[in-house]
């Protein structure tokens, strides 16, 4: 809603970046944002939405300015302009209601004993170019 490029800025720095473009694909890439941002090390994602895919049609199509086929186009540039704004609404909100859940997926939670912990920490004190003074376990 800030009207700049969010994927530009967002990509680099997480694991996944993706901007959905219908109603129905809410649900399915948000399963797997959480897929991908808990599977191997856990990090961040992002799922751009644009603002006209987390509001009803009807709302949608007033914003767009969509008439009903009760109020007939006055001239060709007008018919022009609802068949385009019809055609991206259909697009935008066709399938909606055959989305299912589904069951999220499992994933682990790597686990590192003390022995572990204490190896890197020996290695990171053992190289001059780290300064760990202070850490602690």
Same mark, same amino acid.
């Given at each position: 809603?800030?009207? /700049? %490029?969010?994927?530009?800025?967002?990509?680099?720095?997480?694991? &996944?970046?993706?901007?959905? #473009? =219908?109603?129905?694909?809410?649900?399915?890439?948000?399963?797997?944002?959480?897929?991908?941002?808990?599977?191997?090390?856990?990090?961040?994602?992002?799922?751009?939405?644009? /603002? %006209?895919?987390?509001?009803?049609?009807?709302?949608?199509?007033? &914003?767009?300015?969509?008439? #009903? =086929?009760?109020?007939?186009?006055?001239?060709?540039?007008?018919?022009?302009?609802?068949?385009?704004?019809n055609r991206h609404a259909k697009k935008l909100f066709e399938g909606k209601d055959n989305v299912q859940?589904?069951?999220?997926?499992?994933?682990?939670?790597?686990?590192?004993?003390? #022995?572990?912990?204490?190896?890197?920490?020996?290695?990171?004190?053992?190289?001059?170019?780290?300064?760990?003074?202070?850490?602690?376990?």
């Open positions: 809603m800030q009207d /700049i %490029d969010q994927m530009s800025l967002m990509k680099p720095n997480v694991k &996944w970046a993706v901007s959905i #473009s =219908k109603v129905k694909d809410i649900i399915p890439t948000l399963e797997k944002a959480f897929a991908i941002a808990q599977e191997g090390v856990p990090g961040p994602v992002f799922v751009e939405c644009p /603002i %006209d895919t987390l509001y009803n049609e009807e709302l949608v199509r007033e &914003w767009y300015g969509a008439k #009903s =086929k009760e109020e007939p186009a006055r001239n060709m540039q007008e018919r022009i302009i609802q068949w385009y704004i859940f589904n069951q999220p997926t499992s994933f682990s939670i790597p686990s590192h004993s003390s #022995s572990d912990i204490d190896s890197v920490i020996s290695k990171l004190k053992s190289d001059k170019t780290v300064n760990v003074v202070g850490m602690k376990r």
